[in-house]
């Protein structure tokens, strides 16, 4: 029920999930009839990656996905090939958090699989000047930052409130304690925030300004 009222509220993700399924089914199809060696078995199996994370975790799963996804594709692609930079950015975009872990875990994967085919220093100074430049193109284009403000249903709204005024999710009016917790979590996963704790501070923070 959760998952349901999940995708309806982000129709976008519902999209990516199944277009990720169609695309694993049409990578495995071209490999059936293709004498071209793409590694379509892993790419396909990347792509059911990313749409079950997606399933699992919503947005959140995505970035995890997509971060697994691009640092997997270092070690099958060269190093010229900067698809890897573009998956890394999607997983910042979709959940900025992890932008430093992130970054760090996909360099310390850059270097190993650069050591494994044993190329030359250049490669990875140009791989990390691309890398570069990519964040700073697509911050001042697309600026993949998280919003300013709280994007809250009246319901979500409601119960902040009634935790702000000092009660307890069990004490909150007009709904059960486990629909209280499914909203606060619908909320987190919306705004991108870890805990309730941390958006009860913030959406305190933005009403006592607006007083």
Wanted: charged share 20%; proline share 2%.
């Amino acid at each position: 029920m959760n998952l349901i009222k999940k995708f309806k509220e982000d129709k976008h993700l519902l999209i990516i999930l199944v277009l990720h399924l169609i695309l694993a089914a049409c990578h495995l199809t071209f490999n059936l009839f293709s004498d071209i060696q793409y590694h379509a078995e892993f790419r396909a199996a990347g792509c059911i990656l990313i749409a079950l994370f997606i399933f699992l975790f919503g947005r959140r799963g995505m970035s995890y996905g997509f971060l697994i996804y691009a640092c997997a594709l270092i070690y099958l692609n060269m190093f010229y090939n900067y698809g890897t930079i573009f998956f890394l950015l999607i997983a910042y975009g979709a959940y900025p958090k992890i932008k430093w872990p992130a970054v760090i875990i996909y360099a310390l994967n850059v270097f190993v699989s650069f050591s494994l085919k044993k190329l030359i220093p250049i490669a990875v100074l140009i791989h990390f000047i691309y890398l570069g430049l990519f964040v700073l193109i697509t911050i001042s284009i697309y600026k993949v930052k998280p919003s300013k403000t709280l994007k809250l249903k009246e319901d979500e709204i409601y119960i902040l409130n009634e935790l702000k005024a000092g009660k307890l999710q069990k004490e909150v009016e007009r709904y059960s304690q486990q629909s209280v917790t499914a909203k606060l979590k619908n909320a987190r996963e919306r705004n991108m925030i870890e805990s309730t704790s941390e958006l009860l501070a913030i959406y305190s923070k933005e009403s006592d300004t607006e007083l």
